[in-house]
């Protein structure tokens, strides 16, 4: 029984609670159970809050009977890259500085998932603070991918990945910086989600790049996305970064398919420079939203490379910005592959830094004349699938592992991943990216693709 709850998605779980056929304490105690026979093997989890979590399941428990029932997050089993700060819970952003960090408050994030019900298990590994790709962490140790150990879970939301395909819990919150959310989730096979910048609060989120910085949920369906979206999406005005705009209802037409929408697939010299395998699934899954309805076109996007290589400096110079009192008096408590990516965008000059934000504008006029005839654009994830832990160097990873992401990060608009296709038992991604505050139009896609196919009814074989 426990092993079969941990199969539930966040919609089955919660129609199952409402109806009071499961109960929170068994949901938490299935997933608890989980994290105890298997994350020795993945290493996803810095900080386990059982105690806790089994306290709001009973809490969560008493509602629910008493007819106080909050919605699809009461009494879910999530759990937090530990970048998000949590009263009460140390938050370490994966790094040797924040060891002993124990903040007195909820981040934004954190406090409207509490307010829906949702129950945090743990804190979970990412690389440290945030600044990387391969989840290879020197302090807290690396992160297994659960399709095959000896490979990368992708990063730096490595460890939220790792647990969500491996049904340690049944959603967990990421950030995406350069592709932080999308890389992991694709290499592990599951969705990632990018929404808007500015749609989420980023307080109380330690930061990589203010900037460029977004809160996402990262799930095994597209519907459980959009149900952590509606938790999670709306304005904060004690964040400066958020931005009022109405948010819309991400269910309400889900399923409304994909007829007349008009895609573009980016094949060119940018995106088309892929491992063949995944190319070909990516064409596939262009083919199968044709046949669903969608009008499908060819465009070319090859400017992208400019716009990743911006992103990659604004990136390491506003993290070099952010720890330059330790950059100069600890430097040598940082990791090394995160010490070289700050100390490198330490050298950028400030003329160097205007011209990227120059070009941030001009690459997000680029795309929306681009969304005048498109309604969404179609892409890989990434070029690979997980590279072996063994040999795989941080640094010279990001650029390749970030190649497909990173431009819509400078862009700030909504892109998601979800499986597309297995090469050598490895999962393929296929990213849809929408314009700004089209999140709604980019799930209903998103959801058309997965519920015609069955890539994301498959499961690592633990």
């Known amino acids: 029984m426990a092993q079969s709850l941990t199969e539930l998605s966040i919609a089955e779980a919660a129609a199952a609670l409402a109806a009071q056929t499961i ?30 979590a089994l306290e709001e399941a009973h809490g969560a428990a008493a509602a629910i009977a008493a007819g106080k029932y909050r919605g699809a997050l009461h009494g879910i089993p999530i759990a937090l890259k530990d970048l998000y700060e949590t009263r009460g819970v140390r938050t370490t952003a994966g790094t040797r500085f924040l060891r002993e960090y124990v903040p007195t408050a909820d981040c934004e994030p954190v406090a409207r998932l509490r307010d829906a019900g949702a129950i945090s298990l743990a804190k979970l590994n990412m690389h440290e603070w945030a600044l990387g790709i391969t989840n290879e962490n020197p302090h807290y140790g690396a992160v297994a991918n659960p399709w095959d150990p000896a490979r990368i879970s992708g990063g730096s939301s490595g460890g939220s990945a790792a647990a969500v395909a491996a049904q340690l819990c049944m959603a967990a919150l990421g950030s995406d910086t350069g592709g932080s959310i999308r890389i992991p989730a694709a290499l592990c096979g599951i969705v990632g989600l990018k929404p808007t910048f500015g749609r989420i609060s980023v307080r109380g989120v330690i930061p990589l790049s203010w900037n460029l910085d977004h809160v996402g949920p990262m799930t095994r369906s597209v519907e459980d996305a959009a149900i952590m979206l509606s938790a999670l999406a709306g304005y904060d005005p004690r964040d400066p970064w958020s931005v009022n705009m109405p948010v819309d209802d991400y269910l309400a037409e889900l399923g409304a398919g994909v007829r007349g929408m008009r895609i573009g697939l980016a094949i060119d010299s940018h995106f088309g420079d892929a491992d063949a395998p995944i190319l070909a699934a990516v064409q596939a899954a262009a083919d199968r939203l044709q046949e669903l309805g969608a009008e499908l076109h060819t465009i070319d996007l090859g400017d992208a490379a ?141 959801y058309a693709y997965e519920q015609a196919t069955d890539w994301h009814t498959r499961r690592p074989a633990f």
């Open 23 to 52: 109960s929170p304490v068994e949901l938490v105690r299935s997933h608890l159970d989980r994290i105890a026979q298997i994350d020795g093997l993945l290493n996803s989890v810095i900080t386990l809050t059982a105690n806790a």
């Open 306 to 446: 400019e716009a990743r290589a911006y992103n990659t400096l604004m990136t390491t110079a506003d993290a070099a910005a952010y720890h330059h009192e330790r950059l100069r008096d600890q430097r040598d408590e940082f990791g090394v592959d995160v010490l070289a990516r700050m100390e490198s965008g330490a050298r950028f000059t400030s003329t160097e830094y205007a011209m990227a934000r120059r070009y941030q504008t001009t690459w997000r006029r680029r795309l929306e004349q681009l969304f005048e005839t498109a309604d969404l654009v179609l892409t890989a994830t990434t070029p690979v699938t997980a590279p072996t832990r063994a040999g795989t160097d941080a640094v010279a990873a990001a650029p390749t592992l970030t190649r497909f992401t990173a431009p819509f990060n400078l862009a700030g608009i909504p892109a998601i991943t979800l499986p597309c296709g297995f090469s050598e038992q490895l999962p393929i991604g296929l990213q849809i990216i929408g314009p700004a505050w089209a999140e709604a139009r980019v799930l209903r896609a998103a």
